[in-house]
């Protein structure tokens, strides 16, 4: 039998602020705890009801954003394999697809189950307009509701009120910048942020666009370390810094030689290029003086009330957040999972956690968003005095 | 005589210019592109003055993005550099295309039909792929053409490279130049200028004027509904093209207007398309202007150059004619060798324009293309929804066009109108509109998600371009040779299919083409109404551009060649079948024909001696 | 002016009651008031100066322009009924019609052009072919049928149109200057070839032509038009021997006004007028002014070149009913002389006379002038002026 | 056939030598070898059927087209020679001309078509509105300056047409069809303006007409064509009396045909013809047939139809030097009837005869034909086929 899924009304208790953004604070909330280990019966047996009820449905309407978007294959063949349901995934901008589901939605229309992508789109629209369920409930599978298997010790929740969106990507970066190693062999010269806005590197960096909003995931780190009169003012002031229409056209200039450093999230890019052995870097080698990051990324899965498909996308959700979705994410791009019970041979090394770096995670801040709404302010006052 | 006639209904009860059936023909006509048309401009307006938070909060009316949207000092400066770069290119461009057009339709070249086609063709290759290539050839520090100037001795390689610079105004004006600007032109005047009647010409150099001033003086002149309408159609656009100034002016903080409107949308999230709209109303200024303009320009005067005593022929330029048939030859080489070779060899290479990699060469892109789950049903939607749109909007356009043009029904200013203010509106804010009259309009919402829905908007999009262009196109006809069919006993339908359609069929063929390719090539229009199994090529090619890992350039390149594929083969056929109808001005081959008329000087001889001897 | 009166004869072929048209933007109608009938059989003919409303007439028969005010019946058949806004469409008239611009297909094969009315008309491939075939031999095109039309001449081009009409051999023909552009020959060949058409198959003709010959010869009857004002209509006899007013006598045929004295008259119109230039030159006529005129008022008499025989003087003396007058130039015209004659007393005269013994210029000649069926008027030009349209 | 010798006289006009030209596809030449040239105020008339290559010869003469063969000069300036591939451009050729499809172009108004040629000649722009006037003014057209010019009839089109060639007073000017729209009162008019304009700036015109009365009464000489050939050049009287061969005779004016038989022959070409019909009718004519004829051989001799003198009958008695024959159809044409008469042994003839005691069908008539001055024939029928080019 199928359970529909309630609807849960955005809860109006605000959600007591974490701490520290740091790793291993995430909030313990009580219902979030998990459940005692259930007997292996009943739950086999609720489980063995969803499969039923979600094959009843037959099929799974998501949307893949971002990276994920069109490495989905695996993912698709695997669980039509495993449950014999069909996953129907679409792609593309998220902006795009709030546009239409937003829209769909004010009409009566309930076309998508599920959905990954990235914290900003969901946290600035689908939350506030209560697109999202919650997901606890939903979350039944004891090895996905076990902390012990995640990086933070627990699931981690991309939302204020934790309970709307389950982040599992987590790539660590030492610093957002790429630079070109013959014009930078000694990469050690830079030791902080600060050491970017030196007098040998003007003229030699660019940029992306720091007023759109894709780059802006870093930006409030800026602020919180003080970064913005240090190192922002007298990077667009002095050092004739010139932006890129894309990341590809940076990425490439960095190649070329034409540029020795790529700031604002050239990463992706520059990745390939390396790959293909040309003189580029996308990451430092050593974590600045400012500290190193964590983020999902586009990594998070959340689903849409009012599914077409609850059980289906009930069990979509428990089984991408187990093993077998995680290592398949994993394996799709080198991505680096918050999972930490899988195999971590096919991540890129870069992306992984190192030992012994405390890493700070910006996107566990509830403030995240508006801080990024307020940088994205910053800038787009701040670059058209200089220039730009 | 001209505008005189009346479209004559089949219903036997006429009322002088307002026949029944016309106001309630026209009444559907404005209802329907009303809703079609208007509607989800007035939405995306509406909205533009509601800063409600949420979607479902109630409205909440404010000024406010319109304050803030032309509160950016930055505006203005990005006004005239639109303005700046329009003139230049436009200065240059009209004026080239004017003379190829008259080149390839009015003077004996050879092979002048291949050449125009060649001209479709660079229209068809994406601006994008042309923008890319020439950056690869014109980049100052490592463009290939720079590269080997600076071989030349006398050629020193300056500090900021050059001597060539893409990331310029300029380059700017050149890549707009190479892309669309020239080849569309070409493409949209040259069928009219086919329709010119030579007697007219040789009139003019009877009376003294040499080829260039009877061109200035007399083919141009009668050309003005064509010339004026690809004038308009461009000017309405002007704030809605942004991928050349994106690419080459951000790096040197070159700004349009239209990059500011497209930044609304694309650097905030949620994206502030209420101030892109306000910023996007600039143009309605523009087409109040153009609308009253081009009823002045084609009241004003008669272009009708087909008429019963049509004199086909062709200029002989002389030996001039290989000096024209090279620079073109030329220019067509400029405008299509590079972004095909972009195109076709970037599709092979790792990354397009890298020969310094471990893998210069590949065939991972086409393998990841064709492997696409989604690829043979998006090639099949795409076949479905652009052989759709070939042939439906041609049609259906020609007849709206027609009652435009040739009727004196009430409400034609007002449905003329209408179509100009479908531009009103650039297309990301578009798609939304009409996202939303889907999903409001109960007869709409039926056929929402399927891709009847899709089917609508293509056929749809090109609506513009096709009723001005075909209405330029009626200017040019002689409504005598409709009276003689009416005479002669055929009844509207009979005589639009026998004389109308025939004669304006060179004109259909290129819109039943510019269709196919809008089609083939949406992507802001449909892509919130498709869904998985109504994905086309353009929206596979779009997720690959817009690939957060990367803009997977050559994989969208691979789709844009099937797409171009697919367009150049249906253009040909549809050539080869449409152009044969018109009016011709080199001697139709007869061969097959020939016959019963070589049989003819003696019988004919002895035929009409016989009645003369009596 | 008009003297026409419209008569109500209900089963007329075509029947046009008080027609009007003004073009948008024109200061006078193009056509005004204008009512006629044209019977089965008959050939109709408009006649008029270049503008005066004849295609205007023909295109509002058609159903290609709207009349103001009037009506159109086919035989009881209501084409036209304004007070009834009425109108019936151009393709359910069922007429063949020469458009003055030809009006050909320039995208059609001659065949094609000519195939167009049957092919509306849904006859069999064969048919067509055949009756195409026929009506090309007919206006003396036959071979033609592939050639692209616009790659005609003038004539040829001119007679597609004409083939064109005839092919449906229709009730009504309505033909604009359908021989403008063809020699003489084939015109009388077209002349004929029409005429037997309209005789097998009982049509009504409306027809415009400038060639005053074709319509005195063709026509049954003729309507004189001037400014879209119809002047008179009647059978072709008429309207030359007995013209209503001064622009008919003046534009049909050539007139020679003389200058003279009323003698005599009766109030029927009748008068002999002395000639002035001539010691003896009395001759008769008639007054179409209802006024009727008095002995001793100075008129103008209006005779027929033909009327006037020209001779070479002999001696000095001027025989009666002659005037003297001397040649000051001679133009050859093929089958006869027109001399311009100075006459004492009348100024220049255009006259003709006869080709085997020409006069020179400086000849005297005497001019013997018919002695009856002249018309006499109280002054020498026309009221109803003439003119463009504006 | 081609009777005319082509002059070497270097300073006509306008000379044409040996121009042939073919269209694309045509089997036979449009216009083949054909020599001509007009002097300075000549006016020299193309005549012959539809079709028969006058237009294509105009269009070589203003370089529309380019002549296969052949050269032509202005004067002594060259303006195409085929063997120096040589071919100077229609705009440098400085004439006037009229096209038979008018060729008025639409988005301009009257005026600006007139005023175009002067326009490209960099005339001022006040002398330019005063010839603009001056020349509507001339072809009836004032008042008419800002009328777009579709909007004109079919007459006051070609008048334009006419107005715009003549607005640059040209040394040359090539009319092709330029009146064939007009009524004959505008016809004679614009003939008269033209011969005045002609006279005074003694001006080379070319021109092509269908009116025969207006090429045998306007043109200084007249070039008969057929199927592209040149039949016959020459004053207009020679080629109306002295036919060079059977196609000349039947195509300008009329003639009536008569069997006969040669009486008497002079190797001259002088024969008296004893015609049929008649108990003692026996006429006098000359053939040009340069083989002669011989006594006893049946022949046609052709009449003009007005040296026929038709009159009723009196009595059962033929007079000497008439034929007998009975009236079957009388036909008004103004000025005079024409009769269709049947006549023993010869068919029925077309004559004319006056119009006011007409005779009608079935009167018996004696036709008393002119004693000489014929030119008789040994076949009723032209050699040189006439047709169309294909
Ligand atoms: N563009 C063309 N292509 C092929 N044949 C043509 C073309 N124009 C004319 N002809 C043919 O050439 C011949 C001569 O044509 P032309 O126009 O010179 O005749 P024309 O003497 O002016 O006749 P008309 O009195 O009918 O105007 C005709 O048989 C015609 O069919
Ligand atoms: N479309 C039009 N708009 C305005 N005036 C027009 C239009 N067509 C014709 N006229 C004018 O109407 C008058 C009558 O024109 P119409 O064509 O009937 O003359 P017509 O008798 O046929 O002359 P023609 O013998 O020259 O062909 C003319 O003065 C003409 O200028
Ligand atoms: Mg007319
Ligand atoms: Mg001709």
Redesign the interface.
Known sequence: GSDPTPTPEPTATPVPPTPTPTAMAMADDPTATPVPEPTADPFEAEWDALVAAAQEEGRL?AFI???L??EF?AH?DAFQENFGIEI?????????Q???V??????G?Y?LDVWTGGL??TN??LV???ALTDLRPLLIHPDVLDGDNWYFGDLFWGDPEMKYIVGYGGNASNAPIAYNTELLPDPTVIQSYVDLVKPEFVGKIVMR?P????TANNHPFYFTQGLDETYLIPLFRDMEG????????A??WLA?G?FALCIFSCG??VE??K????PVQDQFPHPLKEGATIGTG?NNIFVMDQAPHPNAAKLFLNWMLGPEGQTLYQES?GDNSLRIDISKDNVVSGNLPAEGIEYLVPSADPGHQSKIDDALDWFRAEL?KH?? | MLRTATLVSRSKAVIRGQSPTGTFVMAVFIIVFGVYIIYPVILIFINSFNVAERVRDPFVFSFDNWRMAFSDASLFVALRNTFVVYFLYTSISFPVAIVIAWLLARTKMKFSYSLEFMFWVSFMLPGIAVTIGWTYLLDPHIGFVNQLLWKLPFLERGFDGGPFNIYSVPGIIWAHLMANAISQKVMLLTPAFRNMDLSMEEAARVSGASNVRTMIRVTLPVMVPALSVVFMLNIVRIFQSFETEQILGTPINFYVYSTKIFQFIRYFDPPEYGQATALASLTLIIIAVVIPLQRWLLNRRRYTTVTGSFRPGLIDLGSWQWVAWGSIVFLLALLTVVPVLVLIGGSFMTRVGWFNLNDVWTLKHWQDVLGDRFFLQAFRTTVILSTSTAIISPLLFSIVAYVLVRTRWPGRAILDSLFWMSAAIPGMLAGLGLLWVFLGTPGLIAIYGTIFALLLVVILQGKLTSTQLIKGAYLQMGLDLEEAARVAGAGWLRTYFRIWLPLIMPTLVLIGTINFVLSAQATASIILLASRGTTTLSILALEKMTHADGTLLEQAGIVSLFIVGMTVVVALIARRFGLVLGVRHDVRSTAPNAAPADAGPQGIAANQAGGLGR | MTTATATTDRNAAVKLEGLSKTYPGGQIPAVNELSLNVEDGEVYTLLGPSGCGKTTTLRMVAGLEIPDEGDIYFGDREVVVTSKRYRLPPDKRDLGMVFQSYAIWPHMTVEENVAFPLATRHMRRTEIRERVEHVLDLVGLPGLQKRPAPLLSGGQQQRVALARALVIEPKILLLDEPFSNLDAKLREQMRIELKLLQKRLNIAVLFVTHDQIEALSLSNRIALMNLGVMQQQGPPQLLYEEPANEFVRDFIGKTVLLRGKVQSSNPSGQVSVAIDGGPNCVIFGRSYNPDGLSSGEDVYTAIRPEDIDVRPAVGNDIPDGAIAGTVIAALFTGERMEYQVEVDGQGTLQVFGERHTPASDGNKVTLTLRPDGHSVWSSDWTHTETGEGV
């Open positions: 309407d954003c971002c990276a978007g069109r294959d698709i129907v995934s679409a792609t593309g901008s998220s902006r795009q709030a546009d239409r937003l829209a769909e939605r004010a009409a229309v076309s900003t789109t600035t629209r506030p307009e209560g666009d007023r759109e909003a894709g010139v932006i890129a229409s894309d990341a590809r056209q990425a490439e070329q034409r992706t890019e390939e290029l790959e293909q052995g040309l586009g791009n058209p220039g730009y």
